[in-house]
């Protein structure tokens, strides 16, 4: 199979105006938010940009909670455990362990913050416990509504600090690239200085401008709407990622793609952002059966309903199979109406609008791409590979999740490593270890790729590197995706398939990270985590290791094994 080329930047038309920041961060959710509050208070002026409004950031779908050892009786020691196992061997240690030790600290801050947590009968912070987790560690809001309140409380302490001239909040804006300086001896992109973006609508600045700053920090979320459905919200098209690889920087665990195992299903055809049946559900006990009503899951792993996501999505997927079905049931009955109704109220209301009682009714259910473990590869304090190029939060491979993110990690990972990054960027900064520079085009073809063709790609990744992969379907994806024009904007007039613009620009983005996915699964010959190989089914200790991705100077995608720092 050929090499896979990808252009280096996005076609769009020269920037129209210019800003400058000591800092922006690119995101809304909590990540996003984190970083750019904790900024304001040590940069002179830090600018942040969000592609819808601040509060459509993917972490207000988030249900089940923040994991965090808040329990005397808990214990850090064992949360990493806890994450180790379920990474698959593939964590980097000391990352799990920033993770943990620093984890409760960051959520006592978001109290502080104004965020409003469930509380126990005595008054403290009522804990729940999902699957992987062997200790009530789970911090829940609203019953399952978590990250609708952490993003109302981190959106209220931005709103009431608009009027501070230290921070710019600039709504309706898709980043296209992120901007770097003059290329090294190797041939790679220089420094990162900033971003263009295209603000749509609203604001005084229209179209398509540049934003310089000396640090930039991506916090886009996932890849959802790489697949023909997810639980990812409209805007997750792999933004992020896709500008990082652009502009130099390494990917790493791209091929761990999480599938939620309990995702409402509504038929072969559907497609979208589908809704969510939180883990938490089973935590509190809800059972799994199959349509012919038995329960499968206490014969596949030891934690039976609370084992690990790819267990119970591989699972799944398996006993549909065997009773000729493509759903199974989830089964709460037996916890009771009223507390159904008061411990998930959100889910107990999005059922109901399908016709679903989750009090009375079986929910037929069935995996759904919900989360990237993978994504630009940063160090513990958010660097990556670019000079002044940082990542946090799910556009991010810190190296906590491996090869499968541990429930509820992953709120608690942007705050943490978005927290760290932006304490290091003020460092930086200030002391003038990154200053401005001037950004110059990289050279090559600019792609676009038309919006009428994302319906293709998202099927060609479904069936390719989906829940179940293999060899064949993998080189049948990256044969179709090779053929994709991506060049819709070259001819003028009439003869144009596209024009620059956002559907195109998140469609290229698309296509450049499926071709990533579709690569990178294909050179990892086995199964581990969220990457199953139906002809490669078990792990294989020769893989211990991180598959790193990026463009090389002609635009050559490079796939290189890499070890991952203390995994022997």
């Not at 904007?489 to 290229?508: I, K, L, M, R, Y």
Request: net charge negative.
């Amino acid at each position: 199979m050929p090499g896979v080329r990808l252009a280096a930047r996005l076609a769009a038309p020269a920037p129209g105006w210019t800003i400058r920041a000591d800092a922006i961060v690119v995101g809304s959710g909590i990540a996003g938010l984190t970083a750019a509050l904790e900024l304001r208070t040590r940069v002179p002026h830090v600018l942040l940009v969000t592609k819808g409004q601040l509060v459509s950031g993917s972490t207000v779908w988030a249900q089940g909670g923040i994991a965090a050892v808040l329990d005397p009786a808990d214990s850090t020691s064992a949360h990493l455990e806890d994450t180790l196992v379920a990474g698959g061997g593939l964590c980097d240690p000391a990352a799990v362990e920033v993770l943990v030790t620093e984890g409760p600290a960051r959520v006592r801050e978001l109290v502080r913050r104004g965020a409003l947590f469930d509380l126990a009968p005595d008054g403290e912070i009522a804990l729940t416990r999902e699957g992987g987790h062997h200790a009530d560690r789970i911090v829940h809001a609203g019953g399952d509504a978590t990250g609708a309140e952490v993003s109302r409380a981190l959106v209220a302490q931005l709103e009431a600090v608009r009027d501070d001239p230290g921070i710019e909040v600039v709504e309706h804006a898709l980043v296209l690239d992120v901007l770097t300086g003059p290329p090294g001896p190797d041939g790679q992109p220089g420094a990162a200085c900033g971003v263009t973006l295209h603000v749509i609508g609203e604001g005084s600045r229209d179209g398509v401008g540049a934003a310089l700053a000396p640090a930039v920090v991506l916090a886009t979320g996932g890849i959802g709407q790489v697949f023909r459905s997810s639980t990812n919200p409209a805007q997750a098209t792999g933004d992020g990622m896709a500008a990082a690889l652009r502009a130099g920087a390494v990917l790493g665990d791209v091929e761990f793609v999480q599938f939620h195992p309990t995702v409402l299903w509504l038929g072969a055809n559907v497609k979208g952002q589908l809704t969510l049946i939180s883990e938490a559900v089973r935590g509190e006990g809800a059972l799994l059966l199959d349509t012919d009503g038995a329960r499968f899951m206490p014969a596949v792993h030891p934690m039976a309903e609370l084992a690990p996501r790819d267990v119970v999505a591989h699972a799944i997927v398996r006993q549909a199979a065997a009773t000729s079905s493509d759903h199974v049931l989830l089964d709460a009955r037996h916890l009771g109406a009223d507390f159904l109704r008061t411990r998930f109220p959100t889910i107990h209301e999005r059922l109901l609008e399908h016709g679903i009682d989750l009090t009375t009714d079986l929910v037929p259910v069935a995996p759904a791409q919900h989360y990237h473990s993978g994504g630009v590869v940063t160090d513990l304090v958010g660097r990556t590979s670019v000079r002044g190029l940082y990542a946090a939060g799910e556009a991010a491979c810190t190296g906590v999740h491996g090869a499968n993110r541990l429930a509820s990690n992953s709120l608690l990972e942007g705050l943490v490593f978005a927290h760290r990054a932006a304490r290091d960027i003020a460092e930086r900064v200030g002391a003038g270890g990154l200053t401005q520079a001037e950004p110059v085009e990289r050279p090559g073809a600019a792609a676009l790729v038309a919006a009428a063709t994302r319906s293709r790609i998202q099927r060609v990744a479904s069936d390719g590197p989906g829940v179940l992969r293999s060899a064949e379907g993998l080189r049948a994806a990256a044969e179709v995706l090779a053929k994709v024009r991506t060049d819709a904007h070259a001819e003028s007039g009439a003869g144009a398939v596209a024009d620059p613009q956002a559907a195109e620009w998140e469609t290229t983005n698309v296509h450049q990270v499926a071709s990533v996915l579709t690569a990178v699964s294909l050179a990892r010959t086995e199964s581990r985590g969220g990457h199953f190989r139906t002809d490669h089914p078990a792990p294989d200790d020769r893989w211990r290791l991180r598959l790193e991705a990026r463009l090389d100077a002609s635009g050559t995608l490079e796939v290189t094994p890499a070890p991952i720092p203390g995994v022997g």
